[in-house]
């Protein structure tokens, strides 16, 4: 486990952008595990500018995106379809149809879990972006009694419910979905590679817990120790209890 400390956000997207410019240069047909929420978005920004110098393209390029919150649509401003489209696709030369971000809507959802699984299965040579909860949650796999397998709907926890709400659902816990689907924790660490960053002072427990604890499902970003080939950027908020020498 690689552990890169930076020492502000935008040198923590830098890094992660750099780490990402480098594998698409190394296989321009890569597919990127894509996360959303507010910590990506500075590491997206350096993406595009990439792609604008002429430095990256993701023509060739396949995403598939950690997860997506039930009952709201695509078009939904706060789904993280919209987010992707916003704040990535739109602004680079991606494919549509390479991009895979789980249905929220759709009526059945063991179906739907059923087909990102078979979208999952199908990508090799996959990096997989991370962010993480503050109570130590990648993608949406809550803290549990046990590691969630394949593609599954969550029932959030409230600290996540409170998180969000208050980041996109202008505090309204109201009107955020309870229920979201997410690729499972084998899926993630089915990846040839996780690349998972953190910023900010709220994520410092997480970190601690994911990396100086043992590997537990309360808190689920633990596990991602036993990854032969992972990389984590924190910023200096969210390193400030681990021991100065990682
Ligand atoms: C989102 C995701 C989540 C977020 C986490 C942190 O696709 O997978 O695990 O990475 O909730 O969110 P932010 O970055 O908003 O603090």
Known sequence: MKIIRTSNYDEMSKMAAQ?????????PQITLGLATGSTPTGLYSELIKKYNEGKISFEKIK????????????DNKQSYNYFMKENLFNKIDIKEENTYIPNGLVEN???????????I??????VQLLGIGSNGHIGFNEPADSFQEGTNVVDLKQSTIKDNSKKYFDGDENSIPKKAISMGIDQIMSADKIVLIASGKNKSKAIYDAICEDVSPNCPASIIKQHPNVTIIVDEEAAQLLPKDI
């Open 19 to 27: 780490i990402l410019e480098e594998d698409i240069i190394n296989n």
């Open 63 to 74: 995403t598939v995106n950690l997860d997506e919150y039930v009952g709201i649509s695509p």
């Open 109 to 119: 959802l063991e179906q739907e879990c059923q087909r990102y699984n078979e979208i």
């Open 121 to 126: 299965n199908d990508m090799p040579n996959r």
